[in-house]
């Protein structure tokens, strides 16, 4: 059986905490911006999607960001999607 050292294995478990809670927050606010997207133009969940990738790599931004942007203000600065 393998020990792990406490002070490093603890550090390690609440950073890992930490990147999940990340993780489902973005998830949640990438799911939201999806239906924005899904609604305004009228696309699937796979389409709008690939919408929000493709807008955040023309932007150089990270989708979950893209992401809140649009779900805080329902603005959307990417192009309208030829889908």
Known sequence: MQQVEAPHGVADLELEIE???????SRDVIGQAKGIIMERFKVTADEAFRVLVAASQHQNVRVAELSANLADTGEW???TPEI
């Not at 990147?19 to 927050?25: F, K, S």
């Open 19 to 25: 990147h999940l809670r990340r993780a489902l927050v």
């Open 77 to 79: 600065s990417g192009p």
